[in-house]
């Protein structure tokens, strides 16, 4: 089955308030109801443009697959790229953890990075 993963998504991002995040980008507060508690049945496609802008992702990061139980998948089915992963920490809950000198490391190959890309 498919569903929305978007609780990973939000803490990468750093977003503490996920509801008034997905109002404020221009979802209705029933939708975004809707998508924080997985009773969307249907996903319109520019619902699916709005949350990759504004989370900065592809359609893929927004979803999860869980195989079904009694069904046995090959290992290269399309779908187990999507298989659901448990949350990952946030970038503050990691970055807080770090020593002050890979801080220092981590910041500097953002840079470099985002410089070399222009």
């Known amino acids: ?3 929305l993963n978007l609780t990973p998504i939000f803490k990468m991002r750093g977003i503490e308030k996920p509801y008034t995040f997905l109002v ?3 979802l209705s507060p029933y939708t975004a ?5 997985n009773k969307t049945r249907t996903f319109r496609l520019d619902h699916i443009e709005l949350l990759c802008n504004v989370l900065v992702c592809e359609p893929n990061d927004l979803l999860a697959w869980t195989p079904e ?3 046995i998948y090959p ?3 399309p779908l187990a790229k999507l298989k659901f992963k448990p949350a990952e920490t946030g ?3 990691t970055f807080s953890k770090m020593t ?3 801080l220092k490391e981590v910041t500097q190959t953002i840079i470099n990075s985002h410089t070399t890309e222009k």
């Open 1 to 3: 089955m498919l569903s």
């Open 24 to 26: 404020k980008a221009g």
């Open 33 to 37: 109801t809707s998508i924080l508690n």
């Open 69 to 71: 139980k009694d069904r």
């Open 75 to 77: 290992d290269n089915h």
């Open 91 to 93: 970038w503050v809950d």
């Open 100 to 102: 002050y000198k890979e």
